[in-house]
């Protein structure tokens, strides 16, 4: 059989992945609020919980289905992982307390968690000359999906809060009743490996950060910089609400932009800043911009200047391939797959921790009755973390470009 279909399958999935993430965080907080009621503090704090749960799921899951697809097969993982997706997502529209929510979430988080094994189907079928090509597909189509999930979320708004939900659904089973009609099976007799529970543990790839002890600040800078960056998925929607009284649709327009800014910055702008600039300065000129966005969003009050500054807080993103080039120089050669374990586990780490602090500080700063009123304090505690991912970037030795 022809490998484009079942290329074709793979990109599919990964986008709707990414489709999904995006999909609904344009109507969470109102349909938290529809079945929980309380004010849009309470609603944050729940948004928190529900995302959080997600990446927990997805970072223990991971390693366990990339296991289990060595040891049973690439085309069942992926097969029945998008039907128990779209059942999923019928339970979220239907859910009508926000435990049936959580208990999406959770099964949601499970089901995401196939990367890995796309990820290795992608490398079983590929010739090593054409690997890195298709690896890049893998990222063009999880960009694409993360750019187009929002925007349409916002606009099925408009129809209700559960609309998103169903076309998820609907678009998770028909990629698996694709699937199952043109999805060969890549794992063979001569490739199969025996299942051992031993090698499915999550936390194995941070423990293996002790035996790389040169490398230590330079991954604390950058678990400083993914941590503040949780702070725009996990109270975006609720803080433009709050902040704007901003429509789903506006929301989902705004992380349309947002995402698109970071694909022409990571795609047109890093490699001629490097080249220019060198790795170190343009990580130093990524987190000041980084740093001084944040600022800007703690105190700002005009939804309109909001959007203009979109595409600014987009360039901040060109410092993370230079900082993510400069640690994996600072690595061994014969350490890279190692590092780059650590680097997702710390990356997972920080998908758990952030959704739920930023959103708890959101609520304290926009309960009714409240001490201080300040939205944008997540921000504020986003800002401090950058201004920390730099100070300490600044005092590790300079080395070579």
Do not use: C
Not at 39 to 59: C, E, K, N, P, R
């Amino acid at each position: 059989m022809s490998i484009r279909l079942p290329v074709l399958f793979i990109l599919t999935t990964i986008a709707i992945d990414a489709i999904g993430i995006g999909l609904i965080m344009p109507v969470m907080p109102g349909l938290i609020r529809e079945v929980w009621g309380g004010d849009l503090s309470q609603a944050a704090i729940w948004g928190g919980i529900l995302a959080t749960s997600f990446a927990v799921m997805q970072f223990l899951f991971g390693p366990l289905l990339g296991r289990v697809s060595d040891s049973f097969g690439r085309r069942p993982v992926l097969l029945v992982s998008l039907i128990v997706m779209a059942a999923d997502y019928l339970l979220m529209a239907l859910a009508g307390t926000i435990w049936l929510l959580l208990v999406g979430r959770i099964v949601g988080g499970i089901t995401a968690a196939t990367h890995s094994t796309a990820m290795a189907f992608m490398a079983d079928i590929s010739a090593p000359e054409d690997k890195a090509r298709r690896f890049g597909m893998v990222g063009a189509a999880f960009g694409a999906g993360f750019v187009l999930g929002p925007v349409l979320g916002g606009l099925l708004a408009e129809y209700g809060t559960r609309a998103p939900f169903y076309l998820a659904a609907v678009l998770a089973l028909g990629n698996a009743v694709f699937g199952a009609l043109i999805l060969p099976e890549t794992v063979t007799d001569k490739t199969r490996r025996v299942f051992h529970w031993t090698g499915s543990n999550p936390f194995s790839a941070l423990q293996n950060l002790a035996r790389l002890p040169s490398i230590q600040p330079l991954v604390t800078v950058y678990f400083f910089y993914q941590l503040a960056n949780m702070v725009y998925p996990a109270i975006w929607a609720y803080f433009t609400i709050e902040r704007f009284g901003w429509s789903p649709g506006m929301i989902g327009i705004s992380l349309m932009a947002y995402g698109t800014g970071l694909a022409v910055v990571q795609g047109a702008l890093v490699a001629p800043t490097i080249r220019i600039l060198g790795n170190q300065r343009t990580v130093i000129l990524g987190l000041v911009i980084e740093l001084a966005t944040l600022i800007v969003l703690t105190a700002i009050t005009s939804g309109f200047w909001t959007l203009i500054l979109i595409p600014v807080i987009s360039l901040g993103a060109v410092g993370l391939p230079a900082l993510q080039a400069i640690i994996a120089r600072s690595a061994s050669d014969d350490s890279q797959g190692e590092l780059q374990g650590v680097l997702a586990s710390i990356t997972s780490v920080a998908m758990i921790i952030g959704p739920v602090v930023m959103t708890q500080i959101f609520a304290a700063f926009t309960t009714p009755g409240g001490r201080i009123y300040l939205p944008g304090a997540p921000f504020l505690l986003a800002a401090s973390l950058m201004l920390s991912a730099l100070l300490l970037f600044v005092r590790y030795p300079r080395q070579e470009n």
